[in-house]
């Protein structure tokens, strides 16, 4: 049983630009070792409403476009106990993953199936391009904020897991 | 959205379709109680792969087109290995197409999972989506996630990665799984086949309207149920070609309402996907998966594209059962590919993408240079197909309120689980300047 454990997933796909940066950000926090932490990259949103089944949190890192500078972090708690997004503006723009499934749909499934952790903390990373390539150098240059807001955020999910256990 | 027309027509335009893979919408447009004009518009802008192809080398296209579509990535690959191969007059052995046969079950495997229960039924349960449906009907959706996530397992363990495959090349494989990694599936794998199989009890159950059509079906043929690869083209007009001769019958053409490419077979709107295959190849699906069709109610030939769901989840049940029988017979110690020199021609390469016939056409030059090249995915085939539906559905349905004629034309463009982004790979870029 993983219940104590905190679950780290990269989300997006690595030959999409910047939408390789939740990958990017999930390896450089996998250096650490840390105890008690699953670290995995994943491209489709679907795979969650099973991984992180039975972990105590989660953290999801992704590339998000809402029109603020490319860089910008973005941070919400969407756990068992907060409140539902807005799935239906995922699916309606097609923008939220294969088939209009994006990690909204992925959340919200999982609410309703019983499977999401109590804790889920959702880093994103402001995006410039989705184009197939390397990522921008804007988000290339602010890695390292985007691994330490990640990583402060990590602690305090293991935190309150471990206060749980 | 609909609104009244100063003659008294009518006009109802969908902005945004839902649950479909892309940007698109639709335009139907009535006169006097009676369809005028009905078009799939499709703007999702253009990708110009073909473009981009040009004078990359001969080796790049399984890697390159494969990134046209998180869903069916394996299409690109086979159709684009197999036309190199033909080019280049190379023989892959017995093994490598099995392996590319097993990759391919995956893909749909993965495909057709996310579709039947995540995208379709919602449709025939009355539930806006699969996060409605998921709090009446949790076991049906967790399955769904269970077959789906097989599916991720098998494309992983065969290409590489669960979306877009890095294995592949022209040739075969870079590398060949294992029987030890392969047997790993295989408890996930049986147990799909077994679920896959009772589904098709659940969604034969589902509603579906009196709705035939009397397309021209077009499918691959071979010597086996056509997934991988076909040895023919057959139609439901008793033709029987090459794949080489592709380009003799079915031809691209421009409209200005949609960023894809329409085409017509013999000058005629025609129909790729499921029902095509399955009507033009039920005797080559196995025994199970014939009687559980026959079972669910249909014959051996589909004209019902409500009944695709049905056809989606049989082909779905017989890749699972594909997938176990190759892996049940894999031995380690296969070559993972045979070496493949360019020399120059032109060559087409053809696969059955969970969507339906894709093919691919290059040409090449004596340093293996490509100097053109021509990607026909499913939906783009399939445009005029679905706006034949659509033109039938708002005809038929005319006495339903707006709501409900909305949705069921939505229904209509779902049956064909389109993928906009690999429509618009393609659209010819001019530029005048003066």
Known sequence: MSG?????????????????????VAERLAVFG???VDVVAREDPTQLVQLWEGHGAALVIDAVMSGRPPGTLHIREVGDSGEPLPTSAFAAAGRGGSHAFGLAGAVELARTLGTLPTHVTVVGVEAKTFDFGPMSPEIQEGLDAAVATAAAELIALREEVQSCA | MTHQLKDGGQVMHLGMLARVEGEGGMHIEFENGHVKEVKLNIFEPPRFYEGFLRGRKFTEPPDITARICGICPVAYQSASTEAMETICGARTTNAIQEMRRLLYCGEWIESHALHIFMLHAPDFLGYESVLEMAKDLPEVVQMALRLKKAGND???AVGGRAIHPVNVKVGGFYRMPTVAELQRLRPALAQGRDDALAAVDLV???DFPDFEQDYTYVALRGDRYPLERGSHVVTTTGLRFPIAEIPDHIREFHVEHSNALHAHFDGEPYFVGPLARYTLNF??????TQEAALRAGLTEECRNPFKS???????LAYAFEEALRIIDGWHDGHAPSVPVAPRPGEGIGASEAPRGLIWHRYVIDADGIITDAQIVPPTS?????IEADLRKAAEQWTDL???????????AIRNYDPCISCATHFLDLRVTRS
Do not use: Y
Not at chain 2, 381 to 385: G, H, P, R
């Open chain 2, 283 to 288: 005797d080559q699906l196995s025994p199970a």
């Open chain 1, 34 to 36: 840390w105890d008690g």
């Open chain 2, 154 to 156: 098998l494309m992983t």
């Open chain 2, 381 to 385: 085939q399939n445009q005029a197909s």
């Open chain 2, 401 to 411: 309120d707006d709501h409900m004629l909305t949705h069921r034309c939505e229904e």
């Open chain 2, 204 to 206: 034969a159950g589902f």
């Open chain 1, 4 to 24: 104590g454990r905190v679950l780290v997933v990269g989300l997006g796909s690595p030959d999409r630009g910047d939408d390789a940066v939740g990958a990017a």
């Open chain 2, 309 to 315: 769901i049905i056809v989606r989840t049989v082909e």
